[in-house]
């Protein structure tokens, strides 16, 4: 649809290109205000999944939080600073957030399994 977001890759030259669909023809695709690409040459098309993006940021901040919020306690306590305990709990966290930013995108190379075709629905 006109306006979505789109992430692909075009073979020659190879540009990653990432804005809102603004243009659609039967052979042609308009990303940005600037850039037309022939259907052609899209070598991958990028499928993002919102969920494990949004986990995984909210992951990255949680672990930031009670990183800090360990520390400033130690520090107002007079214990030692950085313990084990934390930077355990803390890198774990953060790795979880890692992993589901890793997997919140798929790519889909153009070729024997996936296709383009430009289909003209109409809206009810």
């Known amino acids: 649809?006109?306006?979505?977001?789109m992430k692909i890759k075009t073979r020659s030259p190879k540009?990653?290109?990432?804005?809102?669909?603004?243009?659609?023809s039967d052979t042609t695709v308009t990303?940005?205000?600037?850039?037309t690409v022939r259907l052609d040459n899209i070598g991958v098309v990028y499928k993002e999944y919102g969920f494990p993006k949004r986990l995984g940021s909210n992951l990255w901040l949680a672990g930031g939080i009670f990183f800090v919020a360990?520390?400033?306690n130690n520090l107002l306590?007079?214990?030692?600073?950085?313990?084990p305990t934390n930077l355990i709990i803390t890198g774990s966290i953060l790795?979880?957030?890692?992993?589901?930013?890793?997997?919140?995108?798929?790519?889909?190379h153009i070729g024997l399994h996936w296709k383009i075709k430009v289909l003209d629905i109409p809206h009810l």
């Open 15 to 24: 540009l990653m290109l990432k804005s809102y669909l603004t243009g659609l």
């Open 1 to 5: 649809n006109l306006g979505d977001y």
């Open 77 to 83: 306590t007079h214990q030692q600073v950085f313990t």
């Open 70 to 72: 360990t520390t400033v």
């Open 31 to 35: 990303i940005g205000n600037k850039h």
């Open 95 to 108: 790795a979880a957030g890692t992993i589901c930013i890793i997997f919140s995108e798929n790519a889909m």
